[in-house]
């Protein structure tokens, strides 16, 4: 007898969270709706999360110039953004790595910025320099202890990012490995995940975009950036191309590219927004 | 006259209740059929190219690497199992000491605050759950056992059981608030102490509400994802300890889904299927084990 009531009361629960889930989706698609007023052009563009932010900041500047326009930016990372604008899904994709040959032949690639890749620590951490030796020792486990290269005796706790990342892909690019020869410890997806997983953790090493970790150590948040074969990680050294490990951030567009985002993407390749690079600590492109 | 046609008019009126009612009903059960097939037609590119074999075959996974492309989801599946039953394990002693302390000792506003305060955990997101385990059980983790990495099964089973416990303690509760009065009186009439009337009349009366509570935050735990992907260190590795890093089947879609290209997208879509699968074994396991009972009781 009891358990039917008690069923009923858990039936009920469940339905009133599924009712607002519901009543939260339609009031999403009323808003999405009244956004599509007439003659107003919408501009999409898909991809890299770490261009989104950047993106997003200089569709705001553009869409007060051009009140006609209306510009959504969506992250999902620099495959989605390929996928999306190679499909018609967006009209324009962000991707923040160089194109490969094989899909340098349907899209093509605007730099708007560059952007450099760092190995970060804990402020407490005494390491302050690991070369690529050392790198490639530690991700693949040769280097299991902090004291072998130079810091306290305590355990190495390697953090690597999830499969797609274009930071992996960078990273693992300028170590020569495959993501098969790397043993972690945690995976996790975004920059401040990584960044937290180094707070929360004082063993852990990651790696990050430079952008990312300069504006996060500036803020007060107890993380270094790590010198790597000598060279200081900064925006002036990706800017003069000494720091070794560094990627474009590229907006690419496939051969049915609208006018109106066309324009769009002439302005974000213009000095216009080199403020705004600087602001998200890129490094602006001539 | 007249009453007959009120009353034709009532069933009329019944019968339209009746449809939309039977509608609805029709809706909420079809959308679970609806979210399989869609996870079906997903994942039917790698089910169609075999793959299905290597998901149970290979020892790891490693989708993106060019040179040994592996697909083994079995330490994932051991992973998500593991966690939910950790966490499930933590929060039902703790939900059901707690339900019978609100029903059976609290003064009734303290049961009223209770209450109101695990509504409120129900609604705190998932994300902020998972940032919370993060910043404070994470560091925790790592005081108690300094070697290891922090992000962890137990970081994730501790997150999961607090995210969890006010179902178990609501349903318990409410299960506990259905026992016949007459039946507690009864007990009380037989000069049972209070702790002897809630062990042995108040509880099993409630059995059948309380394992449907914990069901159903089973299915919840097992689900979620935002939490986990943030604590559990995501290695798709089968633990040997409660501070090993283990990698659920959801924290896989979440993290890989948003960046994957086709074939691996369709493996995804499989990895999620795998997991409905398997929640519906578990469903149907509680209801075929009910419905036992059931009879087994009914007959007598």
């Known amino acids: 007898m009891g358990n039917d009531f008690s069923m009923n009361s858990v039936f009920s629960f469940a339905v009133s969270r599924k009712y607002w889930v519901l009543l939260g989706g339609f009031s999403l698609s009323l808003a999405s709706c009244s956004k599509r007023e007439a003659g107003v052009e919408t501009i999409t563009l898909t991809g890299s999360s770490t261009v989104a932010p950047l993106v997003a900041d200089a569709a705001k500047r553009y869409e007060e110039s051009h009140p006609a326009v209306r510009i959504e930016v969506q992250s999902g990372g620099s495959s989605r953004g390929l996928a999306d604008a190679g499909s018609g899904v967006a009209d324009l994709g962000m991707v923040s790595r160089a194109l490969t040959l094989e899909e340098a032949k349907t899209l093509k690639a605007h730099r708007i910025a560059a952007d450099g890749v760092c190995v970060i620590l804990h402020k407490d951490n005494p390491v302050a320099e690991l070369n690529r030796q050392q790198l490639i020792d530690i991700y693949t486990k040769k280097a299991v202890n902090w004291s072998t290269v130079g810091g306290a005796d305590a355990p190495i706790v390697v953090a690597n990012k999830a499969e797609g990342r274009s930071t992996l892909e960078v990273f693992l690019h300028f170590l020569g490995l495959d993501n098969a020869d790397v043993k972690a410890d945690v995976v996790v997806g975004e920059n401040l995940h990584v960044i937290n997983s180094v707070v929360s953790n004082p063993n ?61 993407l002439q302005f974000l390749t213009s000095p216009a927004i080199h403020d705004l690079v600087e602001k998200h600590y890129f490094v602006p492109v001539p | 006259m007249t009453s007959s046609k009120s009353t034709t008019l009532s069933r009329s009126l019944d019968r339209v209740f009746r449809g939309v009612l039977g509608l609805l009903a029709a809706v909420s059960g079809g959308m679970v059929l609806l979210i399989v097939s869609y996870l079906v037609t997903g994942a039917w590119p790698a089910i169609e190219a075999g793959r299905l074999a290597a998901f149970f075959t290979d020892e790891r996974w490693q989708p993106g690497s060019a040179r040994d492309p592996q697909f083994g989801v079995v330490s994932m599946l051991v992973g998500s199992l593991l966690v939910t039953l950790l966490a499930v394990g933590l929060a039902t002693p703790v939900g059901v000491a707690s339900a019978v302390f609100h029903r059976f000792y609290a003064p009734p506003v303290l049961e009223r605050w209770n209450r109101r305060m695990l509504e409120l955990l129900i609604g705190v997101p998932a994300v902020v759950f998972g940032f919370w385990g993060l910043m404070t059980v994470v560091p925790l983790i790592v005081r108690l056992a300094p070697e290891t990495p ?26 506990l608030q259905a026992v016949p009065r007459a039946q507690l009186l009864a007990a009380a009439g037989l000069g049972l102490g209070r702790a002897r009337t809630i062990w042995a009349v108040a509880l099993p009366a409630a059995r059948g509400g309380i394992g449907a509570g914990v069901l159903l935050s089973l299915a919840r735990a097992i689900g979620e994802t935002m939490a986990v992907v943030l604590v559990c260190g995501n290695i798709p590795q089968i633990p040997d300890s409660l501070f090993d890093p283990i990698r659920p089947v959801t924290s896989t879609i979440a993290l890989e889904m948003g960046y994957a290209t086709a074939s691996h997208k369709a493996l995804l879509f499989c990895a999620g299927l795998v997991l409905v699968l398997f929640t519906a074994v578990f469903v149907g396991w509680h209801s075929f084990r009910r419905q036992m009972a059931d009879t087994g009781t009914g007959g007598a």
């Open chain 1, 204 to 264: 852990t090493v990651g790696y990050v975009s430079i952008g990312t970790a300069a504006s996060e150590a500036k803020n007060g948040t107890p993380i270094k950036l790590v010198i790597t074969e000598g060279i200081t990680p900064s925006m002036e050294t990706v800017a003069d191309g000494t720091f070794p490990i560094t990627r474009p951030l590229n907006v690419v567009e496939d051969a049915q590219t609208s006018a109106a985002a066309a324009a769009f």
């Open chain 2, 150 to 175: 922090g992000q962890s099964l137990l970081a994730g089973g501790i997150v999961l059981a607090l995210m969890i416990l006010p179902i178990v303690t609501l349903t318990t509760q409410a299960a």
